[in-house]
């Protein structure tokens, strides 16, 4: 029996600690998990890319999702990334991620030797035909994301069981969120289509329909503060809040996953900044000095410490 559990809100993407050698901090992503759930987060999402899924090997994907499982332990919905380079690696993945206790599934296209179109659409019905929880499907720029057309996205919705959100990152985000969601024929088989793009565009999304937002979980305290925003119907707060968390969201975007632990460390929330194969950085004194003041103009919304601040 199809369940009829709804994902909406603030759904963060859960970052994976690592110790100065490189390895998995258990204690710090349990930690991470107690710290996004007191900031007030509606559900948390891992390995995605903010996780680094792509530099963690297929044992370590599986045991960070035990571990975020198991640390939440019901009190929100964990959404466990399937993301492969094959639908049998995706299917195996999405297999595992249900027998551990996932809330739903989230996928991208292979991000490497992506099949043609009609491939595509095999890769998620493969998924489907496994899954017994949503499937969010997640579509995202390059180098990562396999981007696909609003059309794909819609019949994917129309025609497989279980594909009831979109996470839609792709560029134009906003644009292509708008015209996915007309595409959908069946519109009561679309549960909601998230934001991405670390919420950077959250408010045009907001007025384009969004059911939630899917940011990393550095300041999940100051999302939670939107959003509630939002949800009161008071859209001048929301906005308010917007401009202020919008410089920071910005240096996101130029060295990411680096913010993201370094926001984290400073918090207390994990032990390390750590990040594998990092693409940009590391993070040079002009930058830690611009990072001091953007966290000191928003400090009376970042609430909530850590347990090694």
């Known amino acids: 029996m199809k369940q009829e ?25 349990r930690a991470e998990v107690e710290f996004c759930i007191e900031a007030g987060v ?20 599986r045991h960070v999702g035990k571990v975020v499982i198991e640390q939440t332990a019901k009190r929100v919905p964990v959404i466990i990334s399937v993301t492969g380079g094959s639908q049998w690696a995706a299917v195996e993945l999405a297999e595992a991620a249900q027998e551990m ?39 995202c720029h390059p180098p990562l994301g396999t981007p696909m057309p609003p059309e794909l996205l819609a019949r994917l919705v129309d025609e497989l069981p279980w594909v009831d959100y979109i996470k839609e990152e792709a560029e134009p ?8 969601s007309e595409l959908v024929r069946n519109q ?3 549960k909601g289509i998230f934001g991405g793009q670390g919420g950077r565009y959250i408010m045009n999304e907001i007025a384009r329909g969004l059911c939630g937002t899917m940011p990393a979980c550095d300041m999940p305290d ?30 996101e975007a130029l060295y990411p996953m680096v913010i ?3 926001v984290l460390q400073r918090r207390g929330v994990i032990r390390t900044a750590v990040v594998r194969n990092p693409t940009r950085g590391p993070l040079d004194e002009v930058d830690h000095r611009e990072l001091d003041v953007l966290l000191e103009e928003i400090s009376d919304l970042l609430v909530v410490k850590g347990p090694f601040a």
């Open 42 to 61: 509606h559900g948390i999402v891992t390995p995605a890319n903010a996780s680094e899924w792509y530099a963690l090997s297929d044992r370590e994907r």
């Open 5 to 29: 559990l709804r994902f909406s809100g603030l759904y963060v993407i859960a970052v994976t600690p690592f110790d100065e050698e490189g390895r998995v901090d258990e204690e710090s992503l």
């Open 260 to 262: 993201y632990k370094e």
């Open 101 to 139: 206790g996932a809330d739903g599934l989230m996928a991208m296209p292979p991000p490497l030797m992506p099949p043609h179109r009609e491939g595509l659409y095999e890769y998620y019905r493969a998924i489907s035909q496994v899954a017994q929880v949503p499937i969010i499907v997640q579509n």
């Open 188 to 190: 009561a088989k679309l």
């Open 173 to 180: 985000c906003t644009h292509l969120m708008s015209r996915a």
């Open 222 to 251: 100051a999302h939670a503060a939107l959003w509630a925003a939002y949800e009161r119907g008071d859209l001048v707060e929301t906005r308010r809040l917007y401009r202020r968390i919008l410089p920071l969201l910005t240096m």
